[in-house]
């Protein structure tokens, strides 16, 4: 991964070549972004530009034996920690089994979220997890001096998944760093850091993805400007959402939202039920998606009742949606419906039956609609 392949982010590009050119590294990278953003390609490319033998001023040359290596991720001072999960194509607890896994899931392309993770690794309705012999291991990793690059890389992926032991062990690490060593931590929700970790990095806040710059992502991958515009107004700066809905001949999550508030208003219970066995044969991650896209479009109704259309970022469809859906909930209803997903969503992360969830959501929120 070189800069020259991330679109925009050019002032963070800089700042990061400068801090290499004029050696000014700090131990610590914490790479802190929007889901599916930039994050981990920006700390894949300055791994590559720190040991790059021939880099110039404003990229690694992408063609020297650090670089070459770099391309496959089998640098030998490039280290990768990331969440992980009981699969049924691995059998081992750390992040080292998974390593080629790891590589093929990275270099299809480097703009990911942690369910595409665990899909990839066919964990199924587990939750990945960084374990404390995980973050120990790091010590072990690190100790020896640097192979052939000047430096040892190690990259933390989502290292808010730690548990406090794992966070801790990290932070003695971070707090006495071995020599010429870096961390690049990829975080999309910092603030289950630890505060202390988070003292102990330099923050690089990488901003979402423009529409301009995703929706020229996309017309390099050949996609129509028609469609282009459509995925752009729907991945709202999150790549990864982005190459979903390239590889999705329809966003099947707005016909799903679309029939679950049909039934709701109609007060089907029958079909209700039929549509919450359904959910609970979803995985977790797309059972919690789900539930943040129903979140993210009450946000849009709530929007639309206040006279605030000029602040929605919808495809037409969709908005004609909201515009209809709005007539039947009043902004109280609407708030109570917000509410109450919330609920179903804590309920759904701590491992409460889904069908039960999910009906129980439904004949919750069914009375909230002005029939008429």
């Not at 009981?86 to 607890?93: A, L, P, Q, R």
């Not at 789900?290 to 009450?298: K, P, T």
């Not at 708030?335 to 009906?359: G, P």
Request: glycine share 4%; hydrophobic share 45%.
């Amino acid at each position: 991964m070189l800069f020259k392949d991330i679109p925009g982010l050019a002032p963070i590009k800089s700042t990061l070549i400068r801090s290499v050119q004029t050696s000014h590294l700090a131990h610590a990278l914490l790479f802190d972004g929007a889901s599916g953003g930039g994050g981990l390609a920006l700390a894949l490319a300055f791994a590559t530009y720190i040991n790059c033998e021939n880099r110039s001023e404003e990229d690694a040359c992408g063609v020297c034996a650090s670089c070459a290596k770099m391309n496959k991720l089998i640098h030998p001072d490039f280290h990768s920690i990331f969440p992980i999960a009981t699969s049924k194509k691995i059998s081992g607890n750390t992040s080292e089994a998974f390593l080629p896994l790891w590589r093929t899931f990275l270099l299809e392309t480097p703009y990911r979220v942690l369910p595409e993770w665990l899909d990839f690794i066919t964990a199924e309705n587990k939750q990945g997890n960084i374990s404390v012999e995980e973050a120990r291991g790091i010590l072990k990793k690190l100790s020896v001096k640097s192979y052939e690059g000047e430096y040892k890389i190690l990259l933390i992926w989502k290292p808010e998944i730690m548990n406090a032991s794992s966070a801790n062990a990290l932070l003695k690490i971070l707090e006495e760093p071995p020599y010429k060593t870096l961390f690049l931590l990829v975080s999309d929700q910092s603030d289950r850091l630890l505060t202390t970790i988070i003292s102990r990095t330099q923050r690089v806040a990488v901003p979402a993805f423009s529409d301009e710059e995703v929706r020229q992502f996309l017309k390099q991958q050949s996609i129509s400007e028609a469609v282009a515009n459509q995925i752009t107004y729907l991945c709202d700066g999150n790549l990864s959402e982005a190459l979903r809905l390239v590889n999705e001949t329809s966003d099947d999550r707005s016909a799903w939202f679309a029939e679950w508030m049909r039934y709701c208003y109609r007060y089907d219970v029958a079909s209700l039920v039929r549509l919450a066995d359904a959910f609970d044969g979803m995985n977790k991650e797309k059972q919690k998606g789900l539930f943040e896209y129903a979140l993210r479009l009450f946000r849009d109704m709530l929007v639309w009742s206040q006279g605030a259309a000029e602040l929605l970022r919808v495809p037409q469809e969709e908005l004609t949606f909201v515009q209809n859906f709005s007539k039947a909930v009043n902004f109280d209803a609407l708030e109570n419906m917000v509410q109450e997903v919330n609920v179903a969503y804590y309920h759904i992360e701590r491992n409460v039956r889904a069908k039960m969830v999910f009906l129980d959501l439904s004949l919750t929120i069914a009375p909230f609609f002005q029939r008429r």
